[in-house]
């Protein structure tokens, strides 16, 4: 039997070496006892046979860059058991050049896991890393932080803190060892206690007050929130103590917002839709309205039994002043024609009718508006619909439902069911067709085929409203 041991528990580079060797020598997995020596007592592993011969590779060792990409992954995970693990898919490598690829197999299976739960504990710890201020012993200022992580990740998270806070000193304490940054160098010291944290400073209270101010109550999702953002990591965190009191107010909130963009309207609504469009193309209650773009009005018969409603319009419809006339409106028109429904017969518009966009070169790339934008531009909106009054409103995504319903739906929950509404309208959510565009692949196939069951079900529903009814559609 050979005792592997590793004396640096994260050290990738080092067991590489001892586990070529082995292979090289034909040692089976079964042959091989693997074990941490403890953390931080050396920078050399002990290997040895039963007779204390070095272990010295005979034969070349073969794996791909996708093991080696997991494995210092792996490495880094609390499991003794990833030793063996790791060493027993590379000996079946030498046989098995492509085994990696056999999503069911249980050692592939075990790899990818930890690798996962790696993966997620390096983005926590990039995500809840809280620094302080504190003054060092030559009375200059360093950032210190403290973080107890699930995996052995300070070292191989090291080189994100260098880049992102080059120009700083700083300092993250955690219970197996610290790093420190003094501009120059990175250095590590002994492990540290949560009580060598300075107490609250300045810069804590800054932050405070600045995520109190972009806390969104329409964005609100607390399943999702405690998923990405887990109760353990709640007592390094300062905001935390908000948490609960933010929660607990944002209905009030999100109905506060609401209101004040029915306020901002003090005078009657136009009452047909030529008035609407050229009062809404001086539209300037809201920051979209002010960027120089301008409002891109719906288009349609005026008494179409069909209302789609998409969330803002794009570059393409900002420049020709037609909504849905870019790439997600040519295959919204695709799918629309598959489905039977003629776009010609449906009034089209946008939740929004300024184009939201952030400059970049010469490109202006999308940005999606704020709930409080698409509530102040829902006045408009609900003009639009009393005037056209359809029997059928499609939303196509999140943000042109909720400036027709005033709240955000859960799309996935929603979607492809026609939901009643008060004034006696069907609505039919489905995605926007942007989504697809950003996919590929059989992703994409699979989200298009969804697409067209929704607009199926879509074109069913209409023909039940307008049953027995003469006009468009």
């Known amino acids: 039997m050979i005792a592997a041991t590793l004396a640096e528990p994260d050290d990738f580079e080092g067991w590489r070496e001892l586990a070529r060797g082995l292979v090289g020598r034909g040692c089976a997995p079964d042959d091989v006892a693997w074990s941490d020596a403890g953390e931080g007592t050396g920078d050399l592993f002990g290997v040895a046979d039963t007779e204390g011969r070095p272990v010295v590779s005979m034969r070349p060792v073969r794996a791909s860059r996708g093991f080696l990409d997991l494995?210092?992954?792996?490495?880094?995970?609390?499991?003794?058991?990833?030793?063996?693990?790791?060493?027993?898919?590379?000996?079946?490598?030498?046989?098995?050049?492509?085994?990696l690829d056999d999503a069911a197999d249980r050692d592939v299976l075990a790899l990818h896991g930890l690798a996962r739960q790696v993966r997620r504990d390096i983005h926590k710890m990039r995500a809840f890393v809280r620094f302080r201020s504190a003054q060092d012993c030559d009375g200059s200022e360093r950032m210190i932080a403290w973080f107890e992580p699930d995996h052995r990740i300070e070292r191989a998270n090291a080189d994100f803190f260098v880049r992102r806070f080059a120009n700083e000193r700083w300092s993250i304490l955690t219970p197996r060892l610290s790093l420190h940054w003094d501009g120059a160098g990175l250095f590590e010291s002994p492990p540290a206690n949560r009580s060598d944290l300075p107490s609250d400073d300045l810069t804590e209270e800054l932050w405070l007050a600045y995520y109190r101010s972009i806390f969104n109550p329409a964005r609100l999702k607390v399943g999702a929130m405690l998923k990405e953002m887990p109760r353990k990591y709640w007592k390094n965190l300062p905001e935390a103590s908000m948490i609960a009191q933010l929660v607990a107010g944002a209905q009030q909130r999100e109905?506060?917002?609401?209101?004040?963009?029915?306020?901002?309207?003090?005078?009657?609504?136009?009452?047909?839709?030529?008035?609407?469009?050229k009062a809404v193309s001086g539209c300037t209650r809201c920051a979209i309205g002010c960027n120089g773009t301008r409002a891109v009005m719906g288009e349609g018969p005026p008494q179409a039994r069909l209302m789609i409603v998409g969330e803002q319009p794009g570059d393409s419809e900002e420049i020709a002043g037609r909504p849905f006339v870019g790439p997600a409106g040519q295959l919204l028109?695709?799918?629309?024609?598959?489905?039977g429904i003629d776009r010609d017969a449906a009034y089209v518009t946008n939740a929004v009718k300024h184009f939201k966009y952030e400059p970049r070169g010469k490109r202006r790339l999308h940005q999606t508006p704020t709930a409080g934008e698409i509530d102040i531009?829902?006045?408009?909106?609900?003009?639009?619909?009393?005037?056209?009054?359809?029997?059928?409103?499609?939303?196509?995504?999140?943000?042109?439902?909720?400036?027709?319903?005033?709240?955000?739906?859960?799309?996935?929950?929603?979607?492809?069911?026609?939901?009643?509404?008060?004034?006696?309208?069907?609505?039919?959510?489905?995605?926007h067709p942007s989504y697809l565009l950003r996919l590929d692949g059989d992703a994409q196939a699979r989200e298009e085929r969804r697409f067209a069951e929704d607009l199926a079900g879509l074109a069913a529903l209409l023909d039940v409203a307008v049953s027995g009814r003469s006009g468009v559609m």
């Open 71 to 99: 494995a210092r992954s792996v490495i880094l995970h609390r499991d003794p058991q990833r030793l063996a693990l790791l060493y027993r898919v590379l000996w079946r490598l030498q046989r098995q050049p492509h085994l």
């Open 255 to 277: 109905a506060a917002m609401i209101d004040t963009g029915k306020t901002l309207f003090d005078e009657p609504v136009p009452g047909s839709l030529a008035e609407i469009g």
């Open 333 to 339: 028109d695709r799918h629309l024609r598959e489905a």
């Open 377 to 431: 531009c829902r006045w408009w909106l609900d003009g639009e619909r009393a005037i056209v009054a359809p029997r059928v409103i499609l939303a196509l995504g999140a943000s042109a439902a909720r400036g027709l319903l005033g709240r955000t739906p859960a799309i996935g929950r929603e979607r492809g069911r026609a939901i009643p509404q008060p004034d006696g309208t069907q609505l039919w959510i489905t995605v």
